[in-house]
């Protein structure tokens, strides 16, 4: 009898628990989104303390949420998290790509860094932000009929793809739709379970002349992350916001975003400032062998990228000497070594 009663008991339980997992499965997760594309934060800092393994300067991304309990991994794995309401600071790997992002409720978000425009380097900081679709319960289905059947739809601020079906509450939503080549049109659309259907017709437009100029010349351009060549250049773009970057070698690099208008003059000039600081030597006796980094150099004023090197004075005779000195962007130390005679011995 005591063995019948476990067996059933254990019965009753096995079958709660798969109702319990039934009921879960049955359950629809929410979908997080990102809003927008990346942005780059030059005024957040990172310290040179935060290092990934491999012992480089971590880079890192600010996620802005309205939502609360995320967690996040990513696929070299996060140095360290400092979060706060609202806002995650995630230091990261400089060649990390992928964050994901989770949270209870919600299928599990991959960010792929470059899809949104984010390209990390050591010490540089990105901000995106993260939300949550409403459960589909609460959201009633829309058609949104444009004209180009690949454009990007936006609603309240959220790429939705390109799908001309979707899925959102009743009431007032702001309706963007883009299309590279076409004049964006944005709007504000009044849903409700009568008021369904929503038409667009986007506008051809014309290529813009931009031209690009750097002092020096001869920087690559790259726009978007696409090469364009080198300045002075013109090129042909449509309106809209890019990421610009200027590289030349010994130079600092540009790296902005550029408004481009249809009825502006788009052009843009830089003025590169030198990646290097002056090293000016004063040594006696002055033909003594200076060697920068093993390096025979024959200038006593140097220009070299900021960093710490090794300087090493010989001469027959007199004793050697050797320092490290450190070169700091746009600096012109001045060091003066005199060397000193060897004793004589009888």
Known sequence: MKKHLQFLLLTILAINISALRMESYGQELSQLRVVGKGEFLPSELISKDVRDKNGEVCAAVIISTDLDGLSFQSYNGIVKTNSD???????????????????????????????????????????????????????????????????????DDINMGTSQTQQVSVGKHELRIEKEGYKTETKTIEVSTSNILFESNLKEIDLIAVNLKSNPTEANIFIN????????????????????????????????????????????????????????????????????????????????????????????????????????????PRIELRMERKNNLL
């Open 85 to 155: 309401p609202g806002r995650h600071f995630i230091f990261v790997s400089p060649t990390e790509r992928v964050i994901e992002v989770f949270k209870s409720g919600y299928k599990p978000l991959k960010i792929i860094l470059n899809d949104y425009g984010i390209m990390l380097k050591s010490g540089q900081t990105w901000g995106i932000e993260v939300t949550g679709d409403k459960k589909t319960s609460d959201l009633i289905p829309i058609s949104i009929v444009t004209n180009i059947n690949d454009a990007t739809i936006f609603i």
């Open 225 to 332: 992350n696409s090469d364009k060549g080198a300045t002075n250049k013109g090129v042909f773009l449509y309106p809209g916001k890019y990421r610009l970057k200027l590289i030349k070698a010994s130079y600092l690099d540009v790296n902005e975003e550029i408004q481009i208008t249809e009825n502006g003059k788009n052009d843009f000039t830089y003025n590169l400032t030198k990646n290097s600081g002056m090293l000016n030597l004063t040594i006696t006796p002055s033909d003594a062998q200076i060697r920068i980094n093993n390096e025979i150099k024959t200038q006593k004023s140097l220009e070299l990228i900021p960093g710490e090197y090794t300087l090493d004075i010989s001469k027959a005779g007199y004793l050697s000497k050797n320092e490290v000195v450190k070169i700091e962007l746009g600096a012109c």
